[in-house]
């Protein structure tokens, strides 16, 4: 199946485009609202992982296969990483043994 040249030009605008709305928008979150955003993200890439699976069992041919699999890892890898920055993140907020309230 070949591309296009206006198809290929048409799905790199809308790389670039989802690129550029996507900085946006996430720069100009609050920092108090980070942990849960990134929680969100989990929970999308998570969807994400579901759906490279299933394009990796419908892939015909050993370069389709290997740059399935690749998908799947890494969005696996992106996903579990997300969750261990977000519990990192959260443990900034836990109380030590022996803090008082409002001694920080």
């Known amino acids: 199946m070949e591309l296009s040249a206006f198809?290929?030009?048409?799905?790199?605008?809308i790389l670039v485009l989802a690129a550029v709305v996507g900085y946006e928008v996430v720069s100009?979150?609050?920092t108090m609202l980070h942990t849960p955003l990134m929680s969100g993200a989990n929970a999308v890439h998570g969807v994400?992982?579901?759906g490279a699976?299933?394009?990796?069992?419908s892939a015909e041919g050993p370069v389709r296969i290997v740059l399935a699999l690749l998908g799947v890892i890494l969005g696996t890898i992106n996903?579990?990483?997300g969750?261990?920055?977000t519990d990192r993140m959260l443990e900034m907020f836990k109380r030590r043994p022996g803090d008082q309230p409002g001694e920080r």
Not at 7 to 13: K, P
């Open 28 to 30: 100009k979150v609050p």
């Open 53 to 57: 699976m299933l394009v990796a069992a």
């Open 83 to 85: 969750f261990v920055v």
């Open 7 to 13: 198809e290929l030009l048409s799905a790199l605008f």
């Open 79 to 81: 996903v579990v990483g």
């Open 48 to 50: 994400i992982v579901v």
